[in-house]
């Protein structure tokens, strides 16, 4: 047992030292990602993008004054470019990039409007991206129901206004109505349909002050929506990208070094030593997986601290949950790791597998895609890679304040262990052959 | 061959067969090599050296034949096994950004050495002369530094049997001389050395000589064993002042004690191969008094190994 200690403590020795040899690359793995990050809340600050618009119509002065209450209102939407009468100019200065939106105001609205038919505005845009595509549908949605709500505002005041003689003329009819009733001889006939009529005459006459007092703005939209997060924290971009870049990070980290471990031995020779030398292929992996463990935890804990204090990134779970989730896929990630080191004849070899597996992983673990949006056989790849789980884990405590999701964890834990016991058996075979 | 030779052979090998797909690296090898003695394993690169050496440390295993190595085969090596025996690999092996200290410390743990260790590490050092240089990262190091902490390495868990693959390639004579006094001293604490070289000239420091060829091994002989058989006795240079003509090489070839043709050297020198110098000597010095030749010098000669290689070499290619 002491013998075993000791050559498990060989590859500890050995494997710290290699990189804390390297200053510079030490600095690199604490500080660079945290500047990402940093970055990362600059580059993107916590609002939406406006749009430079373009607006086009036959009929300038018409809707001049109505487009600039608009953009006023929603200037972080719209940044207003002006009116112009020729639409090809408009086009042309979207496809130049001077302007991001073009929206074309129908000609003679309100006669289309009386014909029974909607009036369509046009609104070109010159994005590629599908998300920005998806961003412009949607702004060009909040505009027509702007535009919608208010024409029914304007219309509703209008009715309003109009309603106030209307109002008085009921009044006049309500009070005759009360003079026909008493100057009715006790037993008339027509007694009842008086009194039926007044008590119509004075509903609708209530009713329409009700109309009258509500604010046009709630008659036009009777109802708004209010939303809160169950952690009750408004989380900036940065905290919610945070615990993914963390997980992104260690794993890729892991990887690298790990790919790159037993690929290198081979080709340097040393191998053969190990396979001469009193050391099993279980000794082995374990030293390896004790050295790279003992130091990607201490990296985890100083960019996590450095996120927390300096970036303040909030973790609302428990801190225990969450160096047993940052633990775990350290633990899995060493083991894919150590299997491309295993399946691969060169360096070079190993460094495109873990790029390979980098951008799978940006894809496919949910970093900036919603896993819930995936096509079902899809997401059996997006579950087979760490960062997946660690994603998921990482956000639950951090951002939601749960605990460790268990089917989660459970679910890494076992591709973490399996992929152990496969380099184990793929080493054991390396050195006996 | 040294008294110790006795205690019983480490290695010892029948039939022993290495084949790669078509090729046969090792055929049909047969030795003992004694405990205690300096066993040379010597032939030209590509000949199935390596493949021997990578077959008695267990690192192949055999396509037919069989292997004892202290008493085991090695692909059963145990751990307590593994200990016995120290492996030094051609090429340097350790990690180029550890020190030589810390890549000394790294063997001495994959072998399981002690933590009190520091002194057997410093004597180490001491012998391989790099004590100086322990802070030294093994990128830095030259060529011969590097062997020389590749032996340290090998040393460290002072194994009874050492494997060396070509531990002088690349390095230059003076080091290379080093290098031997370094097994010699190893020798006289005990350990039995099995090593490889292309330099043929280091056979002489082997108290065994195996010459390998083409996966073969041709013969196991003492270096002056060697040298006999390459050229069928021993060589015997006679320098006379007048010179011999014709007759005098005739009648020389003729004595019973000379083999083959008389060798003509120069005008005055001529070789002779005899069953034994030491007898033959006298005997060719009274023949010159006969022959009214006045000697210069008559010693015997020990051709260079080169020669004695190809010569062997020759002689088997003859023979197939």
């Known amino acids: ?433 | 061959m040294k008294n110790n030779m006795l205690a019983g052979n480490v290695v010892e090998t029948q039939d022993l067969t290495k084949i790669f797909g078509e090729e046969i690296a090792v055929q049909s090898l047969n030795m003992q090599v004694p405990r205690g003695t300096i066993f040379g394993f010597i032939g030209p690169s590509g000949c199935g050296k390596t493949t021997t050496v990578r077959l008695l440390t267990g690192f192949y295993s055999p396509t037919s034949g069989t292997l004892s190595v202290l008493g085991k085969n090695p692909v059963d090596f145990s751990k307590s096994d593994r200990r016995k025996i120290g492996y030094l690999i051609q090429q340097f092996v350790l990690y180029p950004d550890l020190t030589v200290w810390e890549n000394l410390n790294f063997a001495a743990s994959l072998y399981g050495v002690g933590l009190f260790r520091w002194g057997r590490l410093n004597k180490l050092l001491d012998f391989v002369e790099l004590a100086g240089d322990k802070s030294k990262l093994a990128r830095d190091l030259s060529g011969g530094m590097k062997r020389r902490l590749s032996l340290a390495a090998t040393l460290v868990h002072n194994p009874e049997l050492l494997f060396l693959d070509e531990p002088t390639a690349g390095i230059d004579p003076i080091l290379r001389r080093k290098f031997w006094d370094y097994f010699k001293e190893l020798q006289a604490e005990g350990h039995t050395l099995f090593t490889t070289t292309q330099y043929v000239g280091e056979a002489a420091y082997c108290d065994l000589v195996g010459v390998m060829h083409g996966g073969k091994l041709l013969m196991i002989e003492t270096p002056d064993g060697l040298r006999r058989k390459a050229y069928g006795g021993d060589v015997v240079g006679i320098r006379t002042t007048e010179g011999m003509n014709f007759e005098h090489r005739r009648q020389l070839e003729s004595l019973p004690f000379v083999h083959g043709k008389v060798k003509v050297i120069d005008e005055q020198e001529n070789d002779v191969i005899v069953d034994e110098a030491n007898t033959a000597i006298p005997t060719l010095m009274e023949w010159c008094q006969a022959q009214k030749l006045n000697v210069e010098t008559i010693e015997e000669k020990s051709p260079p190994f080169d020669d004695v290689f190809i010569k062997i070499i020759e002689m088997e290619t003859a023979n197939v």
């Open chain 1, 1 to 433: 047992m002491f013998r075993f200690l000791i050559r498990i403590s060989s590859f500890l020795g050995k494997e710290l030292t290699e990189i804390f040899r390297q200053p510079l690359l030490i600095l690199t793995l604490v500080l660079g990602p945290f500047l990402i990050m940093s970055l990362f809340g600059l580059a993107y600050p916590d609002q939406n993008r406006a749009l430079r618009t373009t607006f086009v119509t036959t009929n300038p002065g018409a809707f001049q004054e109505g487009m600039n209450l608009f953009t006023e209102a929603y200037s972080s939407v719209f940044i207003d470019q002006g009116m112009e009468t020729d639409k090809e100019l408009a086009l042309a200065k979207l496809a130049l990039n001077q302007t991001d939106l073009v929206i074309v105001i129908p000609d003679a609205p309100f006669e289309t409007i009386q014909n029974n038919q909607q009036a369509v505005f046009q609104v070109y845009h010159n994005e590629v991206d599908p998300f920005q595509i998806g961003y412009v549908q949607t702004i060009a949605n909040i505009y027509v129901n702007e535009v919608n709500r208010q024409i029914l505002q304007t219309v509703t005041e209008q009715g309003q206004a109009d309603s106030g003689s209307l109002q008085s003329s009921l009044e006049t009819a309500i009070v005759k109505t009360q003079a026909l009733r008493q100057a009715m001889p006790p037993g008339d006939v027509n007694a009842p349909q008086v009194t039926e009529l007044e008590k119509d005459l004075t509903n609708l006459h209530e009713n329409l002050a009700t109309f009258r007092s509500l604010a046009s703005g709630v008659l036009v939209n009777p109802f708004s929506v209010e939303t809160s997060g169950l952690s009750g924290v408004q989380f900036t971009v940065t905290s919610f990208f945070a615990p993914a870049v963390i997980v992104l990070l260690l794993q890729h980290l892991s990887i690298t070094f790990a790919s790159l471990s037993i690929v290198r031995e081979t080709r340097s020779g040393i191998m053969e030593l190990f396979k001469v030398a009193p050391i099993t292929a279980f000794e082995t992996m374990i030293g390896k997986y004790v050295s790279y463990l003992f130091f990607e935890i201490i990296l985890a804990g100083v960019i996590t601290a450095l996120a927390v204090w300096l970036l303040k990134i909030p973790i609302l779970g428990s801190w225990q949950d969450y160096a047993l989730a940052v633990f775990i896929l350290l633990f899995t990630s060493l083991g894919v790791g150590f299997l491309i080191s295993l399946i691969s004849q060169t360096d070079t070899q190993a460094v495109q597998y873990s790029m390979l597996l980098l951008l799978a992983s940006i894809f496919f673990s949910g970093f900036f895609l919603d896993l819930r949006l995936m096509r079902e056989p899809i997401t059996a790849l997006a579950w087979s890679l760490p960062a997946t789980y660690g994603i998921r884990m990482l956000q639950d405590i951090m951002l939601r304040g749960s605990s460790i999701p268990s089917a989660v964890f459970q679910g890494i834990a076992i591709i973490g262990i399996v992929l152990f016991l496969i380099d184990w058996i793929l080493l054991r075979k390396k050195m006996e052959s």
